[in-house]
């Protein structure tokens, strides 16, 4: 017998300051490599787990060793598509300090190789049905990327600004 299918109302979902469980901004795909989809992670709070997969989310949970310490618990995560080849690609902007950089298609693989402390991510429902599954996938519609500022880069902004601030005499 087939699944009663629950399909979720057109709606965006916003997710602040989440951790990654993982990130392919440069979209490789080691076992199909003509697919260049940009696809991440997004550890989830087990509250608005609960809450979207009672929405129809497709939302995933790790797989925890039978070997591993009892305090040690599954975690809940949502794969999302970031579709840049859109008519309406999403808006993603790195922070790192007080400099925000709009990233493109172009740019976005950056993210791969930086130090992410946290990100803020709004998407929509994709409803899909194929066979006897369905549920609705997450793709970005704007993402706000939070980076670790290390020591070199705060140094070259506090020198930045303060060339800035200086003012020339005018004779």
Request: glycine share 4%.
């Amino acid at each position: 017998m087939a699944k009663k299918r629950r399909w979720i109302e057109p709606r965006i979902f916003k997710l602040r300051k989440r951790d990654l469980y993982f990130r392919n901004f440069r979209g490789i795909n080691k076992f199909n490599p003509k697919d260049h989809r940009i696809t991440l992670g997004i550890k989830l709070p087990e509250d608005v787990a609960e809450e979207m997969a009672n929405e129809g989310w497709y939302v995933r949970w790790t797989k925890v060793r039978d070997d591993a310490p009892e305090d040690i618990q599954p975690i809940p995560w949502l794969q999302v598509t970031v579709n840049m080849d859109s008519q309406r690609p999403p808006q993603i902007n790195m922070i790192v300090g007080k400099t925000v950089t709009e990233l493109t298609k172009e740019t976005i693989g950056t993210l791969d190789a930086v130090a992410i402390d946290h990100m803020s991510v709004k998407v929509r429902a994709y409803d899909w049905d194929e066979s006897d599954k369905y549920g609705a996938a997450a793709y970005c519609v704007g993402m706000n990327v939070f980076c670790d500022e290390d020591e070199l880069e705060s140094e070259l902004r506090e020198y930045m600004e303060e060339e800035d601030d200086e003012e020339e005499p005018f004779d």
